[in-house]
């Protein structure tokens, strides 16, 4: 246990949370200035890869590279938060998703044609659907945490559960780490083998765009259903047990999301977001009866006692 300490501290503390996101931010800055001399160096011939490559028309697309890699520090948020907050946990998975669809649309923007046949124009619809998506997204989210960041009281009892649990979640937390980086290197190592060496036969970008989050998202539902079980030995009430079973649900209509495209893509990204708000506000209400149940018979014991 306590080798699992030192290896938390070292991987997942604030010191190394900000040197992380120094990093990152850093590489996704070059590789946005990477991306646009390679499509400018295309753009006057110097250099050739594809005229079909989706990535390399306008420079727009270039905005692309670098949000990948802000997806990898939410990636790393992500395990961050797992053992300090589940709510937050979950959040971060439809922060995510979110950004992934945010990311398709500075694709979507490269390839509009602003013509009077707005619906009936493949790439101009998937840009209506993902610009609708992110601001409902981003509008159910901003619920999620409002009603996720509230606090009820707790027993003494209760608290040292909780204290057990987190220690439980540290260990997750210290192994899912090098999972996800070892997951990230052979997605990546695979998919360039696996790259055609003629440049007119790059890949599309839907499949570049699922790269890694499908199986990252499939791990998840494997960690939330471990969190569900654990849970167990702390708290038998319903409502919790709703809560976390419900938060995967919400992860497995996401993973599913990945296997469509099109509207009914966003329809289940949607769907998923929607229902773990749901869970959440219907948990705290749970919360809210027991507290106030709580009070009243506390202070009929009191009124007795004085009595």
């Known amino acids: 246990m306590k080798i699992l300490t030192i290896i938390f501290e070292t991987l997942l503390s604030e010191r190394t949370r900000v040197k992380v996101e120094k990093t990152i931010l850093n590489i996704a800055l070059l590789s946005f200035f990477i991306h646009l001399v390679v499509i400018y160096l295309q753009k006057f011939n110097i250099i050739f890869i594809s005229e079909n490559s989706e990535l390399l028309k306008n420079p727009i697309s270039a905005i692309y590279t670098p949000f990948s890699f802000i997806l990898i520090y939410e990636v790393y948020l992500l395990i961050y938060y797992l053992p300090k907050s589940f709510t937050t946990y979950i959040t971060k998975q439809y922060e995510i998703i979110t950004l992934i669809i945010i990311r398709k649309l500075f694709k979507d923007l490269s390839s509009l044609e602003l013509t009077s046949n707005w619906f009936e124009i493949k790439d101009d619809l998937k840009f209506t659907y993902d610009i609708v998506a992110s ?149 705290n209400k749970y919360e809210k009866d027991i507290l106030s149940i709580n009070e009243k018979t506390q202070g009929l014991r009191n009124y007795q006692n004085e009595n």
């Open 135 to 283: 601001l409902l997204l981003f509008y159910l989210i901003f619920q999620f945490q409002k009603y996720g960041k509230q606090k009820f009281e707790e027993k003494t009892e209760t608290t040292l559960f909780i204290k057990s649990f987190v220690k439980k979640k540290k260990i997750i937390a210290v192994f899912l780490l090098p999972l996800f980086f070892v997951m990230a290197s052979y997605t990546l190592i695979n998919w360039l083998m696996g790259t055609p060496i003629s440049p007119s036969q790059l890949p599309i970008l839907e499949s570049i765009n699922n790269l890694f989050f499908d199986q990252f998202f499939t791990v998840l539902i494997l960690v939330d259903v471990v969190l569900l079980l654990i849970s167990f030995f702390y708290t038998v009430d319903f409502h919790k047990i709703m809560r976390n079973s419900g938060f995967i649900i919400s992860t497995i209509l996401i993973r599913m999301s990945f296997g469509v495209s099109g509207l009914v893509n966003i329809l289940l990204i949607v769907a998923a977001v929607l229902f773990g708000l749901m869970i959440i506000i219907i948990h």
